[in-house]
């Protein structure tokens, strides 16, 4: 059994950061994409940041030059390290990745529960 498991979101005032983390465990035979979506309340949830398993990253508008996303495969984990934070950053934070599940043969995309991120004014 697969579990993502997001941490790391908290209060935080604006101009502050924060370092989200995303830790994968289980029967994982492989992970190719991880990425972090944020829901704002009432709204969508969109991508805020991907990255491939070759390391190519990808990253929404609004948080281009604030953010950035990186991976430890080795450890099965992805982090999400936000600075400058604004209000409009608010929201429920998930990540997601892409997996091979013992003994399937095909690739599935997994959820965490997601991690709350407030920022204050």
């Known amino acids: 059994q697969v579990q993502v498991v997001e941490s790391g979101g908290g209060l935080v005032q604006a101009g502050g950061s924060l370092r989200l983390s995303c830790a994968a465990s289980?029967?994982?035979?492989?992970?190719?994409?991880m990425g972090w979506y944020r829901q704002a309340p009432g709204k969508q949830r969109d991508l805020v940041a991907r990255i491939s398993c070759a390391g190519y990253t990808d990253y929404a508008d609004s948080v281009k030059g604030r953010s950035t996303i990186s991976r430890d495969n080795a450890k099965k984990m992805v982090y999400l390290q936000m600075n400058g934070l604004k209000p409009e950053d608010t929201g429920v934070y998930y990540c997601?990745?892409?997996?091979?599940?013992?003994?399937?043969?095909?690739?599935?995309?997994?959820w965490g529960q997601g991690t709350q991120v407030t920022v204050s004014s």
């Open positions: 289980g029967t994982i035979a492989s992970i190719t994409d």
């Open positions: 997601t990745m892409r997996m091979t599940e013992r003994p399937r043969a095909y690739e599935a995309d997994y």
